[in-house]
């Protein structure tokens, strides 16, 4: 899955910080869909955290598809112990973000969630 996450995303960043990401949105449902099974949810999730590092990740939270296909099924509340470890990483990697997050129109809800 680490190799096939990015490849199915082709994320790209803004030039400017506050302009909109560019994503293949097909590609974000199959991951989306990917995330729903529980056999693939774990090691999907620990995909897409292990292959964008702490920018992209924060620009994803801001942009409406990948934070509702992408990252939204990984901040489900779970009891899976791998799952809740994998959310704890994310909190990690997105460390100092949580300002940027919190005014954003978008990424706000993620820290609703996450908190």
């Avoid at 400017?16 to 990401?21: P, S």
């Amino acid at each position: 899955w680490n190799k096939a996450i990015p490849v199915l995303l082709q994320l790209k960043l803004p030039e400017n910080r506050d302009d909109r990401i560019v994503v293949d949105a097909p590609g974000a449902r199959c991951i989306h869909y990917l995330l729903q099974f529980t056999n693939t949810s774990c090691s999907v999730a620990k995909a897409v955290i292990d292959a964008f590092d702490a920018d992209q990740l924060e620009c994803m939270f801001c942009d409406n598809l990948t934070s509702q296909c992408v990252l939204d099924p990984i901040l489900l509340p779970r009891k899976d112990k791998d799952i809740i470890k994998l959310q704890q990483r994310l909190l990690e990697k997105l460390k100092g973000s949580w300002i940027r997050l919190a005014n954003h129109r978008v990424g706000h809800h993620t820290v609703m969630k996450l908190f």
